[in-house]
């Protein structure tokens, strides 16, 4: 989490063992996000929620990764670079491709498609570049 970040909200998402106490934090930080100047987001946010996006066990906490992310670029639309073009954009494209077959996966499936749409509507904010790392393909 980021430097600027309350220190018992940081301390707490590392060290909660319970996966409600962790989307509760998700949550809460899905509040506080939007107050973030996208210049002061440390590069601990994103790296905490991109991981909480592969998390491939809890689909619960995958799940509220992607709203909290989806609620702060929702927002504050400049954060979107920082948050969605490191990587998830591909783990939610999996989601999509996923959730095709299985009805179960339906949600994540919307979920991860949005997802997906706003990291490319980042990328096209940002001239194009980080959503496919150094390679354009258009």
């Known amino acids: ?15 909660a063992v319970s ?15 939007p107050r973030v100047s996208p210049d002061a987001l440390a590069p601990a946010v994103p790296a905490q929620l991109l991981a909480a996006l592969k998390d491939g066990a809890r689909e619960n906490l995958r799940r509220a990764a992607a709203r909290c992310v989806l609620a702060a670029v ?32 339906r949600l994540d499936g919307v979920l991860g498609a949005v997802v997906v749409a706003r990291a490319l509507q980042a990328a096209d904010a940002t001239g194009g570049c980080g959503l496919y790392g150094d390679h354009d393909i258009l």
């Not at 996966?19 to 996000?33: G, I, P, Q, R």
């Open 19 to 33: 996966e409600d106490v962790k989307v509760s934090l998700l949550a809460t930080l899905a509040a506080w996000l």
């Open 74 to 105: 929702r927002v504050s639309p400049g954060l979107a670079p920082a948050l969605l073009l490191g990587g998830a954009a591909e783990v939610c494209l999996k989601w999509v491709s996923d959730a095709l077959p299985k009805p179960a996966l």
């Open 1 to 15: 989490m980021s430097a600027n970040t309350p220190l018992p909200l940081r301390t707490r998402y590392t060290t």
